[in-house]
């Protein structure tokens, strides 16, 4: 039995779609249908069924995908111990990450990772919604929520900071702002409720349900662009506006907010050498960038293991 047909059926097993299992092997979805007949043939029976919504697996397919991924499992084991694989990290890991973070953050510091590593190619996918490991959607997630199931490989990332900020523009033209009773009147820059793809982003029923909107938007970049153009006041990741200097935070230390990223990965990839340095780069990378996460001061120990903190009050930067 030929293993690649073997690859091409636990990856449509996985993913769902031609074209899905196509992008992940790199190859045209014809290849992976054509696969896929190959190895239907060889066991004589049918192994998916084809619905509208993709590729389902039949009862043959379902009773075949634990032997096959226990020899991806031997095939990985081996592969790890060659020789060939001490000379370098080499693949692709895609990385699906929230569009701000994977902007801002993760981009300057995964190009300069793959510069070390030249065998080795990195996909960001920085996008306003969640991008699903369970439709392998990308190797590593990071997330707003703690994936709930599944196995998966899951670790807290870190907490970050977000307040509220507007622009010296902004400001200006308005009566000074020193309590939150002061934000009533004022025109705010939020997401767009019906599209929020996590329920940590709704900061804004915490702090003060907005008179008016100048603009919702899905994008969080797009806001930090409203807000600098003076347009009103947003709450925002401190990673992205507190270098900013056409804006300033609004009440610091009463509209503070905190959140945490998760990271997540299969169980079954944890042990490739690519994953596990992608994976602890990430970890170095954060870790770097706590003062500015946090909003601490440079030097500044700081972690946690908790949930992420809701009141909007100064506190102390955590501890690990």
Known sequence: MDWDNLRYFLELARSGTLMSAARRLEVD???????IQALEKEVGAPLFSRES??????????????????????FQAVESTAPASQEGLSGLVRIGATEGFGTVVLAPQLALFAVRHPKLTIDLLAMPRLVHLS???????????????????????TDYTLRLYASKQYLSAHKPIRTREDLRGHTFISYVDDLLFSKELQYLDELHRPDAFALRSTSVLAQHSAVAAGA?????PAFIAEHDTALRPVLPGQTNFTRTFWMSMPAETKHLARMQAVWNFLRETVQEQQPLLLLQPPGEENGASGPPQRPARPRKPPTP
């Open 232 to 236: 009103g006041i947003a709450v925002l």
């Open 53 to 74: 919504g993709g590729h389902r697996l039949t009862e043959a397919g379902r009773r075949l995908q634990p032997q096959v991924e226990a020899m991806e499992s031997a």
């Open 135 to 157: 439709r392998r959607e990308a190797d590593i997630v990071i997330s707003l929520e703690r994936p709930a199931r599944g196995p998966v490989v899951v670790a807290k990332l």
């Open 29 to 35: 979805h014809t290849t992976v249908a054509r696969r």
